[in-house]
């Protein structure tokens, strides 16, 4: 809208409507809860692109402090307030950090070191209680094992250089989707070997033992056959010897394969022989999936070792996310980037929604401002309306009163103050358009 001149809109709403306003800004920002505690103590919330810069207030409504949100860090203001120093672990609950390094004066180490244990963050560096706080903390039950080495962020009054950084977001990623495929590999590898290999040779030479056990007919054969091929040569073998023993070879063979093929094709015996057969396919099924899963365990594994050496796959990750419509991701690359790029996607929505939301609101109270300004206008209008006419006016105050009279028409009409002025210095425009 045209005409308006630089100023502000500000929130005349309850204490309590406005706190939730900002509360539900951050819960927007970081995709999940904020305490209660934090979000009573917020005062002013400021997005920048590469910051967040959070102020607090005190009970009584005045600041108390700032912190600042830099990614991998938080930074408490120049004073290290109580305030700042809650704040701090807050966000470092929300941000789901559970490894921290503290940075700052021994006070303030000393201080954010208590709220961080008492917090229930697992590996606090960057400061050494003494043994009165440590007896301190234990009395409360709740001191923790804090062995390790190195942070995720820093808890620090002041802006440091040199701060450790996060080897790569994508390592809890990763890990979750390894144990994940780990899962599913143990459970193939029970399945195969719950799915013995069958050997169908040898399945058939067991059935054949059986059926001679059983069938003195189908021993008689086989008997025939053994003796057909091992006779015994007289030393005259000529060639019409050699011929008789080959056709009788030949036909002890004929007989014993016929019988065999009715044997195999009997239904208890080819039911046998198809269970083993589904088996062995049920093998080979399993095999086939374990196989992948395996290799994609260790291109898992491979990353996590790229990445513990300095690697950040960020860019690849991201590029392989942009491109699985024309290239489907692997089924790891589903498991472990997938997850994290979408719930980037729904807070990407989340925080445009509530931007279009708030200027949608802004647009109505804007609205509704303007309706109440042209009633008030037009109510205006009317009662100098009704002055005109009456007796005793001069003309300069007949003038003035249509000249006002024309004003508040304007006003009415939606114009603003300038519009308004000039329509009422023309005479030609006293009736309304």
């Known amino acids: ?100 390094q503290i940075t700052g004066t021994e006070a303030f180490k000393a201080r954010a070191y208590v709220e961080a244990v008492r917090a229930g963050l697992a590996v606090v560096v960057g400061y050494e209680p003494s043994p009165e706080l440590r007896a301190q903390l234990e009395k409360e039950k709740i001191m923790t094992d804090q062995a390790g080495a190195g942070g995720m962020m820093a808890l620090t009054p002041d802006v440091t250089a040199g701060q450790a950084k996060p080897a790569s977001r994508w390592l809890d990623p990763l890990r979750a989707a390894r144990k994940k495929l780990e899962v599913e590999r143990l459970a193939a590898k029970q399945r195969l070997e719950n799915v013995p290999k069958i050997d169908i040779t040898d399945l058939h030479s067991r059935i054949y033992q059986e059926k001679e056990k059983a069938d003195p007919e189908f021993r008689k054969l086989h008997a025939d056959y053994a003796r057909a091929v091992n006779a015994p040569s007289d030393g005259i073998f000529s060639l019409l010897t050699k011929k008789k023993r080959e056709r009788e070879i030949e036909a002890a063979s004929d007989a014993l394969r016929k019988a065999e093929r ?86 990407e929505r989340a925080r445009l929604q509530a931007e279009a939301d708030a200027v949608n609101h802004v647009k109505q109270i804007q609205r509704n401002e303007q309706i109440q300004r042209e009633i008030e206008a037009q109510q205006q209008a009317d009662a100098i309306q ?13 003038e003035a009163l249509e000249r006002q009279h024309r004003y508040y028409l304007a006003l009415a009409d939606g114009h603003d103050e300038e519009e308004a002025k000039e329509r009422a210095a023309k005479k030609s425009d006293a009736l309304r358009l």
């Open 1 to 100: 809208m045209h005409g308006l001149h630089a100023g502000g809109i500000y929130c005349v709403e309850s204490l309590d409507r406005r706190q939730q306003y900002k509360r539900q800004l951050l819960t927007q920002h970081y995709n999940t809860q904020i305490s209660a505690q934090l979000a009573d103590r917020l005062l002013y919330i400021e997005r920048q692109p590469d910051q967040t810069i959070i102020t607090l207030r005190d009970y009584a409504g005045a600041s108390a402090g700032r912190v600042i949100d830099k990614g991998d860090r938080l930074a408490a203001g120049r004073r290290g307030t109580d305030a700042e120093i809650l704040a701090l672990v807050d966000l470092a609950r929300v941000k789901n950090w559970k490894h921290i």
């Open 262 to 347: 009715a044997l195999l094709a009997f239904p208890a015996v080819r039911a046998r022989l198809e269970a083993a057969q589904k088996q062995n396919q049920e093998r080979e099924q399993l095999t086939a999936v374990l196989i992948p899963i395996q290799i994609e365990i260790g291109e898992i594994e491979y990353l996590e070792r790229e990445i513990q050496k300095g690697h950040d796959p960020e860019a690849e990750f991201r590029q392989a996310w942009q491109r699985r419509k024309l290239q489907p991701l692997k089924p790891w690359q589903e498991l472990a980037i997938a997850p994290v790029f979408e719930a980037e996607a729904a807070q």
């Open 386 to 398: 009704d002055q005109l006419g009456k007796p005793g006016l001069t003309a300069e105050q007949e």
